[in-house]
């Protein structure tokens, strides 16, 4: 099945030359369009997750749904292969399934919106952009149930639909949406702030195809395309070697019990081509950590890697597709069987990066990242305030981004580039919460000659009764360290109650009630380092430690000995560096802190929580 796109002038686009000024003018006005579509959204939409946080992805494609500008690509040709319905001119098309878009988005809470974008009567490009919203219905607030085993659970499909057909919109459907959604108030205003980025794109694409003609905005998306492919075809024959590698990492565990997942990769190259084989994967989970990776999804998230590290000038977009072969197994962990559960895909999909650096960085361990913030860490807080009002917050958390060839890790930073931090202002002002402690993990971070990124510590003191759900990772895997560097410190989370006792909560749980009073430490993973610590600039271990990054102890691991005035002590430090080093002996390529089994057998003692047990066949 291919949509089919009803044009009243049928004229073909074609290609002809276009001088280079005109492209660099054309190819600057697109990604100040896509720029201008968050500014769009950012200032109309409610929910924190989008206005503050800026957890949506915009896209401007050429007439075949080859993302041309914008964060992500993918979401297009999904769409196109599973639509089989006549699109006109002034249709707006919204959907959040995976399975009936090819993944085209992942998990239901992500509403895509798709603007055909049309000039005369002919259909010239796409714009399009989704957003998580802050509910879509289902088991429980957030719609992220750890619990479901179908995607019937988490709730809302909505298969690819006209939310607009002709201009005119389709008020029943949309109402119909938000009567499922617990949240429909913020929901309505997100997706019409979606839909009005989307159509601000269009009308800067329709100025430019009148300004220098369809024809020259055409060639020029082309060339653009073109430019990305040649750039990528370089990258790629540089960096992707001929004979296969390997490379692993894991899901901790599933939120019912079942773990650690693996996630397995075979990279190899074929002339100008990259082959990505995750033979050996984990099947499905049976509950919703299986995460609907398309082909098209893997290779944005490989394009986009590897051009922030090798060349952020590149312009990022879809046009070294061709030059990329991914083959993922059915019924595994990353192409589960319908009707998976997939609401927690982002644990599997955040580890994906981790495999990605493995697997590249062998051949050159010059430019080999540590494992890092790998994942988006949920907190789910709600419950009715004390005006009798309901309260329902979605916040993500931020921890350490991994040491790297350039030097240190960020210290509590998103996965995601643009993503900012909700300020604890907002959160104050619009929910029951005080924030009591907001502020890096001292030690958290991988010891190397560059340090990995510390965890953050944010302590939640809740002020009305409720219940809370929590969604993380890294509790019993460890950020791993390269070139010597060491692994970062894991995750935890420790509720005190009012009445003074603790508990520790696992990193996936959910209908955890609390009271007023009670707090909620969030403590997030630290960054994996980057080389051998005992060579790092012992200054700048005790600047780390003068502001409290490390702690006089931390600062051990370096091989760095401070005296009671933190002042370094050089003859204690040389001497300590050289049996250190003695001791260890020459570092490898990986430290991912023992092997499963040794991890698991320590897990209790480090992390008061047992370990998981081995996940069965997820049928």
């Not at 002002?429 to 502020?439: D, G, S, T, V």
């Amino acid at each position: 099945m291919t949509a089919t796109i009803l044009e009243k002038n049928t004229k073909a686009l074609e290609r002809v030359d276009v001088d280079i000024v005109t492209v660099d003018i054309i190819e600057n006005a697109l990604k100040n369009a896509r720029v201008e579509m968050d500014a769009v959204l950012f200032r109309t939409a409610m929910s924190p997750g989008i206005r503050e946080q800026g957890d949506c992805f915009p896209m401007i494609a050429n007439r075949d749904g080859k993302m041309v500008v914008g964060q992500f690509g993918s979401f297009i040709y999904g769409f196109m292969q599973a639509y089989d319905a006549e699109i006109e001119e002034g249709d707006i098309i919204i959907t959040n399934d995976p399975y009936m878009c090819n993944g085209a988005v992942s998990h239901l809470p992500d509403w895509i919106v798709l603007v055909p974008i049309f000039k005369d009567n002919r259909h010239i490009a796409w714009s399009a952009m989704f957003g998580h919203m802050s509910d879509n219905g289902g088991m429980v607030p957030g719609s992220i149930p750890i619990e479901a085993t179908t995607i019937f659970q988490e709730g809302i499909r909505i298969p690819p639909t006209k939310l607009y057909k002709k201009g005119e919109l389709q008020s029943e459907i949309l109402e119909l949406i938000l009567h499922n959604v617990r949240t429909s108030q913020w929901n309505r205003f997100d997706l019409n702030a979606l839909v009005a980025a989307c159509n601000t794109a269009s009308k800067r694409v329709v100025e430019l195809a009148e300004r220098f003609g369809d024809d020259i905005l055409h060639s020029t998306m082309e060339i653009m395309l073109e430019r990305n492919n040649m750039a990528m075809r370089q990258i790629i024959e540089m960096l992707v070697p001929e004979e296969p590698r390997t490379f692993e990492d894991y899901l901790c565990d599933d939120g019912v019990g079942k773990g650690p997942y693996k996630i397995k990769c075979t990279l190899w190259r074929e002339g100008s081509t990259a082959i990505f084989d995750f033979e050996g994967t984990d099947p499905q989970a049976k509950s919703s950590i299986n995460f609907y990776l398309s082909e098209e999804m893997f290779k944005m998230f490989f394009g986009a890697f590897t051009i922030n590290l090798f060349d952020p000038h590149i312009l990022f977009n879809d046009g070294f597709y061709d030059l990329v072969d991914v083959r993922i197994p059915q019924g595994s962990l990353l192409k589960p069987n319908y009707p998976a559960a997939l609401s927690g895909r982002t644990h599997a999909l955040g580890r994906i990066f981790d495999v990605m650096g493995g697997l590249l960085g062998q051949g050159v361990p010059e430019a080999l990242n540590a494992a890092g913030f790998s994942d988006s860490p949920h907190l789910f807080y709600s419950g009715y305030d004390k005006k009798g009002e309901w309260f329902q917050l979605f916040q993500i958390g931020f921890g350490g981004v991994p040491g790297r060839p350039a030097g240190d890790g960020p210290d509590g930073h998103s996965l995601w580039p643009s993503f900012t931090n909700v300020p604890n202002e907002f959160i104050e002002a619009y929910f029951p919460l005080r924030i009591e402690k907001y502020e890096p993990i001292c030690d958290s971070g991988g010891a190397g000659l560059h340090r990995g990124g510390n965890g953050l510590r944010v302590a939640y003191c809740f002020l009305c009764d409720g219940d809370i759900a929590i969604h993380d990772e890294r509790w019993l895997t460890y950020p791993w360290g390269v070139n010597g560097g060491e692994p970062g410190q894991r995750s935890s989370k420790l509720l005190v109650r009012v009445d003074g006792s603790e508990q520790w909560l696992p990193s996936k749980c959910e209908g955890i009630e609390v009271k007023a009073g009670d707090v909620l430490y969030f403590n997030t993973w630290g960054g994996g380092g980057w080389g051998d610590p005992f060579v790092r600039d012992a200054e700048l271990v005790r600047q780390d430690v003068e502001r409290g990054l490390v702690s006089q102890e931390g600062a051990l691991r370096y091989g760095v000995v401070l005296d009671r005035e933190g002042q370094i002590d050089a003859s204690a430090t040389e001497k300590l560096r050289k049996e250190l080093t003695d001791e260890r002996g020459e570092p490898g390529m990986f430290n991912f802190g023992g092997t499963i089994e040794e991890i698991k057998a320590r897990c209790l003692e480090e992390t008061h929580l047992s370990p998981p047990e081995a996940p069965g066949t997820g049928k």
